[in-house]
């Protein structure tokens, strides 16, 4: 593989919008685009905003992080999912060879149908949300109830006001933060 600046000069020139998709260059270009994307893509999920240096980092969390990074960006991942597992994308790419159009496919049907995109917690957030519920609390005080709404806020990509007082609303914020633990756990 050619080195960053060479992929990138090109790019922005508008290089790869103009040459056959099933050129070796292309394909290059593409596997570049694809490990600089999932390392951004990592750098932003996977790295929590806030940390602690004298936490420790539990097993749960870890999953929680891996399983947060995995979801599925829209439609097109979740079909590239199950053709992988069904074994289909192995007979397509046999038949119709290595680039079969699929991975454009995939990023269309992103682009068109994209899911709401769920953040990961922070380990510190973590740790509270885990006391919290693992306590089976029959009230929730004000300072713990504006900490659950900032928590599912910045999980969720909300903007819930904290001056809620309607304890319906509430236990629905904890619903959803138990589901959002169990799912991703």
């Not at 454009?104 to 995109?117: D, G, H, I, S, V």
């Not at 089976?136 to 504006?146: A, C, L, R």
Request: proline fraction near 1%.
């Amino acid at each position: 593989m050619k080195r960053d600046n060479y992929y990138q000069e090109l790019e922005d020139k508008g290089y790869y919008k103009t040459i056959d998709k099933r050129s070796k260059d292309y394909r290059e270009y593409k596997k570049w685009n694809k490990t600089k994307s999932t390392l951004i893509l990592t750098e932003r999920i996977i790295k929590p905003k806030t940390l602690q240096v004298n936490l420790k980092v539990s097993k749960g969390y870890e999953s929680l992080k891996d399983n947060v990074a995995k979801q599925s960006e829209g439609v097109g991942d979740t079909v590239a999912k199950i053709t992988k597992a069904t074994g289909v994308d192995k007979l397509v790419k046999f038949i119709a060879g290595e680039d079969c159009g699929c991975d454009e496919r995939q990023e269309t049907l992103n682009k068109m149908f994209k899911y709401k995109k769920i953040n990961c917690i922070s380990e510190e957030d973590y740790i509270y949300l885990s006391d919290f519920l693992g306590s089976n609390p029959t009230k929730v005080n004000h300072s713990q109830k504006v900490r659950l709404i900032t928590i599912s806020n910045s999980i969720f990509n909300q903007n819930e006001s904290t001056d809620i007082n309607c304890s319906t609303c509430i236990v629905g914020i904890i619903n959803k933060l138990k589901k959002y633990l169990q799912v991703y756990k």
